[in-house]
C-alpha cells in the first residue's frame, strides 16, 4: 500500500511557474515508478511526465517538454514537478501516481487526491 499527497498547486499568471511536490508513504515506495498526471472536468486523465524507481529515466508528453522537469527525491520519499512558461491550456487538477511496473500514459497502481493548477492569461 502507497499512499500520494500532492502540494503545490495555485494560481498564477501565463508564463509564470508553480512546483508540484508529492509525498509518499508505505512499503518499498523507493521501488515505485512515479508520475505526473492531469484531468480537466469532461476529458480523460491526461499523462505529463514519469520518472524510474532510480531516476535515471524520465519521459514527458509533448506538451511539457522543455517547459515541466520531474524529479525525486528517494530519501525524502518526495516527487517533484517544476512546471514553467505556464500556459492557460495547463489549467488542470494535477495527480501523482505510483506504479511498480508501468512507466507513462499506462500507469495505474496509486493516486494521489489531486491539486488544482489554474494559469490565467
Known amino acids: 500500500q502507497v499512499q500520494l499527497v500532492e502540494s503545490g498547486g495555485g494560481l498564477v499568471q501565463a508564463g509564470g511557474s508553480l512546483r508540484l511536490s508529492c509525498g509518499a508513504s508505505?512499503?518499498?515506495?523507493?521501488?515505485?515508478?512515479m508520475g505526473w498526471f492531469r484531468q480537466v472536468p469532461g476529458k480523460d486523465r491526461e499523462f505529463i511526465a514519469a520518472?524510474?524507481?532510480?531516476?535515471?529515466?524520465?519521459s514527458y508528453v509533448n506538451s511539457v517538454k522543455g517547459r515541466f522537469t520531474i524529479s525525486r527525491d528517494n530519501a525524502k520519499n518526495t516527487v517533484t514537478l517544476q512546471m514553467n512558461s505556464l500556459k492557460p491550456e495547463d489549467t488542470a487538477v494535477y495527480y501523482c501516481?505510483?506504479?511498480?511496473?508501468?512507466?507513462?500514459?499506462?500507469?495505474?497502481?496509486?493516486w494521489g487526491q489531486g491539486t488544482q493548477v489554474t494559469v490565467s492569461s
Open positions: 520518472i524510474s524507481s532510480g531516476g535515471g529515466s524520465t
Open positions: 501516481a505510483a506504479d511498480q511496473v508501468r512507466m507513462g500514459s499506462r500507469m495505474r497502481g496509486y
Open positions: 508505505g512499503r518499498a515506495v523507493g521501488t515505485y515508478n
